[in-house]
């Protein structure tokens, strides 16, 4: 099926609800399902939800409240405390579970006062082949995913935004602040501070790709491959290094496999069939 059909199979889904609460972070996929919908329903019968909460920067949920308010889109803000959500803190393998199911239940109590029972995240096709046990929160709490059902993968979502001559179908994904910590390692505010002012610092020098992942006293760079060679030269280390130590990272590497998805997947275990699976059986391809 082609991107054209796609979206259309999508419209038709999404005028099956007379109106439509969005979960909606700012991203590529909820900002383009934000506008399906209000083409689709026209934007009076589309809410927009934003949970604003301390593993977002301030910088994402600024620019969803510019698209909301360009689209005309009502948008209602949620206050979630998520260092008080059981198993947030701990950091285990299912902590994206206990967040996303807070944030969700969040999410649809707001839409319900609004009058609004029908909630929808942007998860597209490839979610499925990472490692989301967010999407299971959103299964059981019965949010709808129209860009997945529709067969939209990533690549059709910025095919389309761009077609459509939507300004964000080439912004960077992003992803929750929590995900720069390996599994086990506890979640502070002040560590995800420091890794949100030290992706600032290389978005700020010009890199659009970029992660900062966290891993003891190390900062672990992940550029993408085509930016990667920028930190080839002695006098940029030298600078990066330093700027690194000022915001309190002792330690930094540039990671040789440059950024990919759910890296802080690939050492998670799982037995399928029997047989025990590490970390590519969970990746994206």
Same mark, same amino acid.
């Given at each position: *099926?082609? &991107?054209? +059909?796609?979206?259309?199979?999508?419209?038709?889904? =999404?005028?099956?609800?007379?109106?439509?609460?969005v979960?909606?972070?700012?991203?590529?996929?909820?900002a383009?399902?934000?506008?399906?919908?209000?083409?689709?329903?026209?934007?009076?019968?589309?809410?927009?939800?934003?949970?604003?909460?301390?593993?977002?920067?301030?910088?994402?949920?600024?620019?969803?409240?510019? $698209?909301?308010?360009? =689209?005309?889109?009502?948008?209602?803000?949620?206050?979630?405390?998520?260092?008080?959500?059981?198993?947030?803190? +701990?950091?285990?393998?299912?902590?994206?579970?206990?967040?996303?199911?807070? &944030?969700?239940?969040?999410?649809?109590?707001?839409?319900?006062?609004?009058?609004?029972?029908?909630?929808?995240?942007? #998860?597209?096709?490839?979610?499925?082949?990472?490692?989301?046990?967010?999407t299971?929160?959103?299964?059981?709490?019965?949010?709808?995913s129209?860009?997945?059902?529709?067969?939209?993968s990533?690549?059709? &979502?910025?095919?389309?935004?761009?077609?459509?001559?939507?300004?964000? $179908?080439?912004?960077?994904?992003?992803?929750? =602040?929590a995900?720069?910590?390996?599994?086990?390692? #506890?979640?502070?505010?002040?560590d995800? +501070?420091?890794v949100?002012k030290?992706?600032?610092?290389?978005?700020?020098?010009?890199?659009?790709?970029?992660r900062?992942? =966290?891993?003891?006293?190390?900062?672990? &760079?992940?550029?993408?491959?085509?930016? *990667?060679?920028k930190?080839?030269?002695v006098?940029? *280390?030298?600078?990066?290094?330093?700027?690194?130590?000022?915001?309190?990272?002792?330690?930094?590497?540039?990671?040789?496999?440059?950024?990919?998805?759910?890296? *802080?997947?690939?050492?998670? +275990?799982?037995?399928?069939?029997?047989?025990?699976?590490?970390?590519?059986?969970?990746?994206?391809?």
């Open positions: *099926m082609g &991107i054209h +059909e796609k979206l259309g199979s999508l419209k038709i889904r =999404l005028r099956q609800s007379p109106a439509l609460a979960s909606f972070s700012g991203g590529v996929d909820s383009f399902l934000l506008k399906a919908a209000a083409d689709a329903l026209e934007a009076e019968n589309v809410l927009a939800i934003t949970a604003r909460a301390k593993n977002f920067p301030e910088r994402e949920f600024r620019e969803a409240e510019a $698209w909301a308010r360009d =689209l005309g889109v009502e948008q209602k803000i949620v206050d979630l405390d998520v260092m008080s959500v059981p198993g947030f803190v +701990e950091n285990s393998p299912e902590r994206c579970y206990f967040c996303k199911r807070e &944030i969700f239940l969040a999410l649809r109590k707001a839409a319900r006062e609004r009058g609004v029972p029908a909630l929808a995240d942007g #998860a597209n096709t490839d979610d499925a082949g990472d490692y989301r046990p967010g299971r929160a959103a299964r059981e709490l019965g949010v709808m129209p860009l997945c059902d529709a067969g939209l990533k690549a059709d &979502i910025r095919a389309l935004s761009r077609e459509m001559g939507l300004p964000f $179908w080439n912004k960077p994904s992003f992803a929750c =602040l995900s720069r910590f390996p599994y086990g390692q #506890a979640i502070t505010e002040a995800m +501070e420091r949100d030290a992706e600032q610092y290389f978005l700020d020098l010009g890199f659009r790709t970029i900062v992942r =966290l891993c003891g006293d190390l900062a672990r &760079i992940e550029a993408d491959p085509g930016e *990667m060679p930190f080839f030269d006098d940029f *280390m030298r600078r990066v290094d330093g700027d690194l130590r000022r915001l309190g990272f002792p330690y930094s590497a540039l990671d040789c496999g440059g950024y990919r998805t759910g890296s *802080m997947n690939e050492t998670l +275990e799982t037995k399928e069939d029997g047989v025990l699976r590490r970390g590519a059986g969970f990746l994206a391809p």
